[in-house]
């Protein structure tokens, strides 16, 4: 048991090594970027670098947009998929082994190889320079696989409440957001999170489809402190520190239920 424990903890250690470079990477300059070992501690920390990207790089309003277009796309997608899944499993119609085919198909595809044709779409709809182009492809992209994770925990939800429900004179509506909804908040909070490290981090779909600074993401907005003679890498460090933070800390907060979600559909289901 000890064997065990000494080598989880070592595999934890792996895992937070990077995560301390990125911070004492932001609190360099140039030079002791390339002059210093990888884990020395900066001297002296420069903690202007978050300030300069803040403020110099408008890193602010790039944070803002990644937040609401992230909390957007999450939640459509959840929702959709909520109501997708719960009419695959608790609802008898003629095509819905066909329907759920076409969203195992869509986990096939290769994400970015539809980069061309949805420019072209959306280039059609005046769509290109506007963040809704970026949440339709968020939610149409992560569709699939927030169906599959919900599959099994529903498949897993006990019917007799359903019955219960619709013999009290509850609508299908009503069942489905006041039973069925609340019952699978664990696999909700698991599928929030996955989408939201999926939407967080876009880079290409964001750098094709959005131009003006207005509606950039943190994941574009990197590239200004990248200059054609030089790099401000300090600055490059305190902006990806800063694009980190709002993940580890939803996971520090919803790490059980995360846990609980996939644990509960993969025993159950």
């Given at each position: 048991m000890a064997i065990f424990y000494a080598i989880l903890i070592i595999l934890a250690i792996l895992q937070i090594l990077p995560l301390v470079w990125l911070l004492f990477f932001s609190l360099k300059n140039n030079q002791e970027v390339f002059n210093t070992p990888l884990l020395a501690l900066p001297s002296p920390p420069r903690w202007e670098n978050y300030v300069k990207v803040w403020v110099e790089g408008d890193i602010g309003?790039?944070?803002?947009?990644?937040?609401?277009?992230?909390a957007v796309s999450v939640?459509?997608?959840v929702l959709l998929a909520s109501f997708a899944t719960f009419a695959l499993t608790r609802m008898n119609w003629r095509l819905k082994h066909v329907v759920?085919?076409?969203?195992?198909v869509g986990l096939m595809i290769p994400v970015h190889s539809t980069l061309i044709p949805l420019f072209g779409f959306?280039?059609?709809?005046?769509?290109?320079?506007?963040?809704?182009?970026?949440?339709?492809?968020?939610?149409?992209?992560?569709?699939?696989?927030?169906i599959m994770i919900l599959l099994g925990f529903y498949h897993s939800l006990p019917r007799e409440l359903e019955e219960s429900a619709i013999i009290d004179g509850c609508s299908v509506h009503r069942?489905?957001?006041?039973?069925?909804?609340?019952?699978?908040?664990?696999?909700?909070?698991?599928?929030?999170?996955?989408?939201?490290?999926?939407?967080w981090n876009e880079f290409v779909f964001v750098n094709t489809f959005i131009s003006s600074e207005?509606?950039?993401?943190?994941?574009?907005?990197?590239q200004n402190f990248i200059g054609q003679y030089t790099t401000d890498w300090g600055a490059i460090g305190?902006?990806?520190?800063?694009?980190?933070?709002?993940?580890?800390?939803?996971?520090?907060?919803?790490?059980?239920?995360?846990?609980?979600?996939?644990?509960?559909?993969?025993?159950?289901?």
């Open positions: 309003r790039y944070f803002f947009n990644s937040v609401w277009i992230t939640i459509f997608t759920l085919g076409m969203f195992i959306f280039t059609k709809l005046q769509l290109i320079d506007h963040p809704m182009s970026i949440i339709l492809t968020n939610i149409g992209f992560n569709l699939p696989i927030t069942m489905f957001f006041q039973v069925i909804l609340p019952m699978t908040s664990p696999v909700i909070v698991t599928t929030t999170i996955i989408n939201m490290i999926y939407n207005q509606y950039k993401t943190l994941t574009v907005g990197i305190a902006t990806l520190m800063i694009s980190v933070l709002p993940i580890l800390i939803a996971f520090f907060f919803l790490s059980d239920k995360i846990v609980e979600g996939i644990t509960a559909g993969a025993i159950k289901g």
